[in-house]
């Protein structure tokens, strides 16, 4: 016996409330970890949203550019500043012609 499931691709809608659950668990790890203020725009879920759009590979492209873009980027900013005795005081991420720019401050 078999059973057919249909496959629907998730929506836009749907794709946004998944890198919002994301960003807002890195959020929790850094102002845990660090205490200092992580904040993201609307432009950085829009971008990620679009760039899971066009490869059609869904939600499991989400996880794929935060864990590769995102989280190496902020990792290396806090590195060297332990390496250089710099402390961070907050995290801004926004996007930008389709690329994501951060802000350490």
């Given at each position: ?49 679009s ?13 794929a ?31 930008e ?9």
């Open positions: 016996r078999l059973v057919a499931i249909p496959y629907y691709p998730l929506s836009n809608d749907m794709l946004g409330q998944i890198v919002r659950l994301q960003l807002n668990r890195i959020k929790k790890r850094i102002e845990e970890r660090y205490k200092i203020p992580f904040e993201y725009d609307d432009s950085v879920v829009e971008l990620v949203v760039r899971c759009t066009e490869s059609e590979s869904g939600g499991r492209m989400i996880d550019i935060l864990t590769n873009s995102m989280l190496p980027e902020i990792s290396r900013k806090f590195l060297r500043g332990v390496v250089n005795r710099e402390r961070t005081e907050r995290v801004d991420i926004r996007a012609e389709s690329a994501l720019v951060y802000s350490f401050l």
